[in-house]
């Protein structure tokens, strides 16, 4: 098993999730070349509305955190509801902010309309927390590209591949000098999240 963690979360509280059937995906390919790798379905552990004054408190918050503080690599699925993403992972994404930083993101959009917007605004998120993000992202159509829990094109098969290559790859890179920074004295956007 490699040493860089993978963070899925399936932005969809929708059981029949095509996004969650993307991820799954990926995640096997990334677990096929050992790649440790957790895939997060909030349809099965609701993750309370963000409350600023009692959310850090919550259960569901102080079970997740851990998680998140442990990725090298999150991968943010989402349907694309009206050209931007959806509650679900809004939500999850403003639960937290400091444990990105450093860290590489990866961006899928099941989406009709390509999902280049919520892709943006994902990537938007990324940089104002200090992460990293792949130069592209995986977008898919519903029942063109996924149905009945399987990938029907190639393809998406093919940008699968790439991505779960890419995230081993880059996030072991990003990772090793991620903690090379917190470990060092040198000037740099990670000097601020020493202990």
């Not at 902010?97 to 990866?106: C, T």
């Not at 993000?133 to 898919?140: A, C, K």
């Not at 917190?182 to 956007?189: C, F, R, V, Y």
């Given at each position: 098993m490699s040493e860089t963690k993978v963070l899925a979360i399936a932005g969809s509280l929708n059981p029949d999730s095509v996004t969650k059937t993307v991820l799954d995906e990926l995640a096997a390919r990334l677990r096929?070349?050992?790649?440790?790798?957790?895939?997060?379905d909030f349809h099965g552990t609701p993750l309370?509305?963000?409350d600023p004054k009692a959310a850090w408190g919550r259960p569901e918050y102080q079970a997740l955190k851990p998680k998140v503080m442990a990725a090298d690599v999150i991968v943010l699925g989402t349907p694309d509801y009206h050209g931007s993403v959806s509650s679900t992972l809004k939500n999850f994404l403003d639960?937290?902010?400091?444990?990105?930083a450093g860290k590489l993101f990866a961006t899928v959009v099941a989406s009709h309309e390509?999902?280049?917007?919520?892709?943006?605004?994902?990537r938007t998120v990324a940089r104002q927390c200090y992460a990293w993000t792949l130069p592209y992202g995986i977008s898919f159509v519903e029942k063109q590209d996924v149905a009945g829990g399987g990938i029907l094109s190639e393809a998406l098969?093919?940008?699968?591949?790439?991505?779960?290559r890419d995230l081993r790859v880059y996030g072991a890179l990003l990772a090793s000098q991620r903690r090379a920074?917190?470990?060092g004295e040198e000037p740099g956007m990670m000097a601020a999240h020493r202990k």
């Amino acid at each position: 098993m490699s040493e860089t963690k993978v963070l899925a979360i399936a932005g969809s509280l929708n059981p029949d999730s095509v996004t969650k059937t993307v991820l799954d995906e990926l995640a096997a390919r990334l677990r096929a070349a050992e790649t440790d790798v957790e895939v997060i379905d909030f349809h099965g552990t609701p993750l309370p509305l963000f409350d600023p004054k009692a959310a850090w408190g919550r259960p569901e918050y102080q079970a997740l955190k851990p998680k998140v503080m442990a990725a090298d690599v999150i991968v943010l699925g989402t349907p694309d509801y009206h050209g931007s993403v959806s509650s679900t992972l809004k939500n999850f994404l403003d639960h937290f902010w400091k444990e990105f930083a450093g860290k590489l993101f990866a961006t899928v959009v099941a989406s009709h309309e390509k999902g280049l917007t919520v892709h943006d605004q994902l990537r938007t998120v990324a940089r104002q927390c200090y992460a990293w993000t792949l130069p592209y992202g995986i977008s898919f159509v519903e029942k063109q590209d996924v149905a009945g829990g399987g990938i029907l094109s190639e393809a998406l098969d093919g940008r699968l591949d790439m991505m779960a290559r890419d995230l081993r790859v880059y996030g072991a890179l990003l990772a090793s000098q991620r903690r090379a920074d917190l470990a060092g004295e040198e000037p740099g956007m990670m000097a601020a999240h020493r202990k």
